[in-house]
């Protein structure tokens, strides 16, 4: 599944119980992650959290 946030927000730590959306890992508690989110139709948007490697294959262009 490829999910394109553009921009990411900025880099944290997931909580619990999240999946990387590139590489459909568990994102675990000491993972350094960057979030963005999604609008829905219906709703807020949705909150997603994507490991840094999977983000930025190349490198993250954002500070962490």
Same mark, same amino acid.
């Given at each position: 599944?490829s999910?394109?946030v553009?921009?990411?927000e900025y880099g944290t730590? &997931?909580?619990?119980?999240?999946?990387?959306? &590139?590489?459909?890992?568990?994102?675990?508690?000491s993972d350094?992650?960057l979030?963005?989110?999604?609008?829905?139709q219906?709703?807020?948007?949705?909150?997603?959290?994507?490991h840094?490697?999977? &983000?930025h294959?190349?490198?993250?262009?954002?500070?962490?």
């Amino acid at each position: 599944m490829s999910v394109d946030v553009q921009p990411w927000e900025y880099g944290t730590f &997931a909580p619990s119980g999240h999946i990387c959306p &590139a590489c459909l890992e568990p994102i675990q508690p000491s993972d350094r992650c960057l979030r963005g989110s999604l609008p829905r139709q219906d709703g807020g948007p949705v909150t997603l959290y994507r490991h840094i490697d999977c &983000a930025h294959p190349q490198g993250p262009s954002i500070p962490l």
